[in-house]
């Protein structure tokens, strides 16, 4: 019996066929390849510019979050220190209120 499914076989490539075959895909694939690098290199360079950006932003934006804080803080201090000087010139008018009280026994 003969077997149902004939199989076929493509005709063989020539040598220089083949080796013309090879040089041009290793070719593409290299070329694709540089390709690939540069797009790469190209989105390095451009995150490379954004962190530095953000990174100065950073510096500024905490910069002026310190200057902001010294700026509260003395405002604080200047409300508080009437407050303080009210409070001492008592703490002052107690001591000596009890000196005398002391002195008069």
Same mark, same amino acid.
């Given at each position: ?12 490539? +020539?040598?220089?066929?083949?080796? +013309? ?21 190209? !989105? ?5 510019? !954004? ?11 905490? +910069?002026?979050?310190? !200057?902001? !804080?010294?700026?509260?803080? +003395? ?31």
């Amino acid at each position: 019996m003969t077997d149902p499914v004939e199989t076929t076989t493509a005709p063989a490539a +020539s040598p220089t066929t083949q080796a +013309s075959f090879t040089e041009r895909v290793d070719g593409l694939s290299l070329e694709q390849a540089l390709i690939d690098f540069e797009v790469a290199n190209a !989105r390095v360079v451009d995150l490379t510019h !954004r962190l530095t950006d953000l990174n100065r932003e950073l510096l500024e934006l905490r +910069s002026e979050h310190e !200057r902001l !804080r010294i700026a509260h803080n +003395s405002s604080l201090a200047r409300r508080a220190a009437p407050k303080l000087a009210v409070e001492a010139g008592a703490h002052q008018a107690l001591r000596v209120a009890r000196a005398v009280k002391r002195r008069l026994r």
